[in-house]
């Protein structure tokens, strides 16, 4: 059974820093292309960031690029999202999806193209 575990969200003030954790099984991550989302309060669901450790390709969302890092652990069958120089607007709950399309690129931020998901993880940013 596949699944997608997120953790390490949290409460932070602007500036911080968080490193959310996404934990996959019932698959090993050279198979598939791991997606990171957010949905804000109000808003829609938006894709941030993705990573293809067998194409070796990754991707930013304008919104977080040259302030998150996306990594993998392949012997962890773990993908790491870090997060720096946090902002208000960065709070929202945190996803990771998996993509049979070992891929990333400008369609990664499509919600369409993941084929599992995680639970989700709240990230707070105060002011």
């Known amino acids: 059974e596949v699944q997608l575990v997120e953790s390490g969200g949290g409460l932070v003030q602007a500036g911080g820093s968080l490193r959310l954790s996404c934990a996959a099984s019932?698959?090993?991550?050279?198979?598939?292309?791991i997606g990171w989302f957010r949905r804000a309060p109000g808003k829609e669901r938006e894709g941030i960031s993705c990573?293809?450790?067998?194409?070796?390709?990754?991707y930013y969302a304008d919104s977080v690029k040259g302030r998150f890092t996306i990594t993998s652990d392949n012997a962890k069958n773990t993908v790491v999202l870090q997060m720096n120089s946090l902002k208000p607007e960065d709070t929202a709950v945190y996803y990771c999806?998996?993509?049979?399309?070992?891929?990333?690129?400008?369609?990664?931020?499509?919600?369409?193209?993941?084929?599992?998901w995680g639970q989700g993880t709240q990230v707070t940013v105060s002011s």
């Open positions: 999806a998996a993509s049979t399309v070992p891929i990333c690129d400008r369609g990664s931020y499509l919600p369409g193209v993941y084929d599992y």
């Open positions: 990573i293809s450790t067998s194409s070796v390709t990754t």
């Open positions: 019932g698959f090993t991550l050279d198979d598939y292309a």
